[in-house]
Every structure is written in C-alpha cells, then in structure tokens.
C-alpha cells in the first residue's frame, strides 16, 4: 500500500474511463461501476486515516520529478488541513450517486456521461485538495472544471445557457489570474533560491515584498498576489460580491452536480485561502483582514435575506449555502486558531448538511415536478420519513446544539468576536435569520395544506423516502449527530497543522513590530497601519 494516497486521485478517473469506453450495451452498468468505485475510493480513505499520524503511515505521501525546468513535481500527501476535506469528499461522492440514482435516467449515453464526469470531478477535488506543489495544485483545480461545465451545459433546466456562461467566465477569469500568479511565485523563487520550485513548503519560505505606502499595501508584490489568488479563490468560494455565479448555476444544474458544486466545489476555495493565501501572503491578510471579515459578515446576511425572500426552494438553499460558507470565510479572516479550525471543520459540516438539504430538495422535486415551495404543503403526513430528515438537516443548518453546525460557526464567532466586535455582531444576526428562513421553508413544504394534491394521493406510501433514499439520509444524519457530540474528532488530527498556519502569522507579526519599533518616533507612527 505504498502508493495508497496515488490509488485514492486516481482510482475514480480510471473507473470513469472505463464506464466512457465501454460499448453503449453495457451503458446500464455506468450507475453501479461509478457507485462501486467510489465506495472503494471512501474505504482506502478511511484507511488512510486510521493510518494518519502513525507509524504505519507509509504512502500517505508521493513525490516525483514532473517538470523540472519548472520546479514543478507530483507532490501529494496526506495533512493535517486536507485530511477532513479528503473524507468529506471521498465519503459523499458514493453517497450523491447514491442519493441520486433514479434521478439519472434516459439515455444510456446520459447514463455514463454523468457517471464518468462524477468521477471525474471526485479526482479532480482529491488532487487539488492532496496536492502539495501550487502548479499541480492548479492543473487539478481546472480538471475539475470540465465535466462540471459539460454536466451543466447539457442535462441543466432550462437556463442551462446562461448559468454555464456565467460559471464559466466567473471561475476563468479567477483562474487565469491565479495562474498569473503562480508564474510569479515560481520566477521569485528563482530569483531568491537559485532555482524555480513550486513547492507550497519552499514558496512559503519566500520573504515577499509588502510596501504599505503603496495603495495601503495592495499595489505592493505580495499585495498583488493576494488579489490574483483572491480572484480565484473568492469567486470559488464564493465571497460577496463576487457570488454572481452561484444562484443562477446551483438552480439551473442537474441535482448531483448542484450538491457536488455546493458540498464540494465551494470547499476548494475556502481551502486555498487556508493552505495557500494564508501561509503565503500574511502580511497582505493581515493589513486587508478587516475589509474581508467585513465582506464575509455582510455575505451571511446578505444571503440569509435573500434566502428568506424566494419563493423556489432550491433558490432558497442556494443561498443558504452562500451565507454559511461566509461564516467559513469569517473565521479564515479572523486569522486566529480557533477560527481556522472552526472554519476548516465548518467546511466539512456544511459539505454534509448542505448535501442533506439539497438532497430533500431533488426528492421533493421529483415527487412533485416543481421547485416552487407554492407547490407544496402538508407532506409530513404523507412522507413523515423525508419531513424526520429535513428537520434534522434544518435543524443543524440553524446550528442547534448537539449538531454539527454548531461547533464550527461558534469556535468561528468566537475567534472573530476577539478581533473584530462589530463584523462579529452582524454576522451573529445571520443565525437569528438563518433560523427564520429554514422554518420558513420547512412550515410551507411540510405543514399546512397541501392544494395541489393530484393522483399520487392514493399511494401516499411511494411519496416518502425509499430504501436507497433513506439509507442515504441515515448516513448523513448520523454524521450530523455524531460530528456535534464529538467535534474532536476531525478537530484533533488536523490541530498541529492549524498551528503551523497561526505560527506563521505570529512570525511575521513580530517581525513587523520589531522593525517598527527600530524606527524613530515619527516615523514608527507613520507606518501604522
């Protein structure tokens, strides 16, 4: 098992090869191949972590010559910041197929396509969040692209068009910046080492200029980075306003790549600020971390109103999701170590719980035919399986106590609380309008009257949760409960690394007031910022 971490990347992108090329009468064998292959894929995972941090670790991390005159290597391995992300993903992939099976119908060509392409997105995630070098770190941030592009251009509703156009020219234009930037890094690390590398551990060692009196540090080397990584890494995530995309994209996808975008896709950039803007520009997210935290706070809020105003329900989750990863963004801002570990844990509960709501939201649809919650009411009497489900979705997505949205969003407001008071009191009234809006969705899809009853009526029984469905629902519940009892669980391995994160801010900072305390008088209070 020495090439463990290897077989987790790419197992699914061998599987998904092998579902495209084989011939259009074995297409019925796409579903159970896809499903088969990433439960594989979530077993090698686990074992993987019960290797982690032991001596039995071997294979956890590969390193291998890929362009040399680059400074670019396959560097991949198992960490303290992507082991939580590495799980989240490998565990929800078989459970998204899973979830929705009998929502990929049609064709045997549709079949294996969006089979193939789940896989593909499932190596695509792993590598990014695996990768260890920033070149390849962003070959596999642009893989994943691909077949979320395809799966929504061609099997989204009927604004397909427009939403492929804007997730395109939005998650492009951050790429391409980011790119940019990377060829910067690697020249200044030529410049100061001798040699180009694009090693995380050899660019984070880089002392990159940061000028305040120039635009406040913005238009300074490191400043300019930051921007060129932000652009990517902002829009990913996404941070308001540059969350155009997500409405738009998240309604008008097909129900799998909707949960995959939103569980998964979402994470890649709260981890690149973790694992890359963090370490690498810390003088930049320290001068600017006011403004972010301020960004982040109006986002919960921002979404949380929104959320409250539709009037369609996968809408509405939409921009749930917009204002819970914001409190990810507010904790990674804080700069502190409780609201990075907060944040880092948040990324992986609200991958579960919004996997769970978007979920119920597919099943709804499916029954029903329709996404506006106008359409529904009542369904706790006929489906009281699926409404046990969405209150506990619900429920940890308001972060009650004993959930696993509870942990993540406190540890995040109480590290930005010690920074910054009043982003802090803004971002706290987005858990009072979360509140309202998930009991707002919940009341006109479960109770009241239902006034569109049609023919189903007289099998009440089909309209709740099916085996398949329900074990799905099982798993994630069972996540959500257990993740809120013992949050130590996934805090622990990734601790040390957190650490080593906060370590670096604390290195730079006591640089910066050395210098500026080695200054004359005047000028010491000049470069305040």
């Not at 670096?504 to 006591?510: L, P, Q, S, V, Y």
């Amino acid at each position: 098992m020495n090439h463990l971490i290897n077989w987790i990347i790419f197992f699914p992108a061998i599987a998904a090869c092998v579902i495209l090329i084989v011939p259009r009468s074995l297409a019925g064998w796409s579903r159970p191949v896809a499903l088969l292959s990433s439960s594989l894929v979530a077993v090698l995972a686990l074992v993987a972590w019960s290797r982690f941090g032991t001596a039995a670790s071997a294979g956890l991390s590969q390193q291998t010559p890929w362009l040399p005159l680059m400074g670019a290597s396959y560097s991949v391995a198992l960490d303290g910041l992507n082991l939580p992300l590495v799980l989240l993903t490998t565990i929800l992939t078989p459970l998204i197929i899973l979830g929705t099976w009998t929502m990929i119908d049609g064709s045997s060509a549709r079949q294996k396509t969006m089979s193939a392409m789940v896989l593909l997105m499932e190596t695509g995630a792993l590598g990014t969040f695996l990768s260890q070098d920033l070149l390849l770190f962003y070959v596999f941030w642009e893989i994943i692209l691909v077949p979320a592009y395809l799966l929504v251009g061609m099997y989204g509703g009927e604004g397909r068009a427009r939403a492929t156009l804007q997730f395109f020219l939005y998650t492009f234009a951050g790429s391409l910046l980011m790119l940019l930037g990377i060829a910067w890094l690697i020249y200044q690390q030529q410049l100061n080492g001798g040699a180009p590398s694009a090693a995380m551990a050899d660019l984070a060692k880089l002392s990159l200029p940061f000028d305040r009196s120039a635009g406040g540090g913005l238009f300074s080397t490191q400043g300019l980075l930051f921007l060129a990584f932000g652009a990517a890494f902002f829009v990913k995530s996404p941070l308001v306003p540059l969350h155009g995309w997500l409405p738009s994209t998240y309604t008008q996808a097909p129900p799998i790549v909707t949960i995959y975008l939103a569980a998964i896709l979402s994470k890649m950039g709260t981890y690149g600020i973790m694992k890359i803007m963090l370490p690498l520009f810390p003088d930049a997210m320290q001068a600017f971390s006011s403004v972010l935290m301020w960004m982040a706070a109006i986002g919960i809020v921002y979404g949380a109103l929104l959320a409250l105003a539709q009037t369609n329900l996968k809408t509405a989750i939409a921009y749930s999701s917009l204002s819970h990863v914001s409190y990810i963004l507010l904790g990674l801002f804080s700069m502190q170590g409780p609201g990075i570990s907060g944040a880092l844990m948040q990324m992986a509960n609200h991958g579960i719980i919004i996997a769970g709501l978007f979920l119920i939201a597919a099943w709804l649809e499916q029954r029903r035919g329709s996404q506006e919650l106008q359409a529904f009411g009542g369904w706790a009497r006929t489906a009281p399986v699926l409404a046990v489900f969405f209150m506990i979705f619900s429920l940890s997505s308001v972060a009650l106590p004993g959930t696993n949205g509870f942990v993540g969003e406190f540890m995040v407001l109480m590290a930005s609380f010690r920074t910054h008071v009043w982003p802090t009191v803004l971002a706290t009234t987005g858990m009072v309008l979360g509140a309202m809006y998930m009991l707002n969705i919940y009341q006109k899809t479960m109770f009241g009257v239902d006034k569109k009853r049609g023919h189903e009526d007289a099998k009440a029984s089909r309209l709740d949760l099916g085996f398949s469905e329900g074990l799905v629902a099982t798993v994630l519940a069972t996540f959500i409960v257990g993740l809120g009892l013992w949050p130590q669980t996934l805090l622990q391995s990734s601790s040390l690394a957190v650490e080593g994160v906060v370590k670096r801010f604390a290195k730079e900072a006591k640089l910066e007031q050395s210098q500026s305390s080695s200054e004359p008088g005047p000028m010491r209070a000049a470069a305040q910022p």
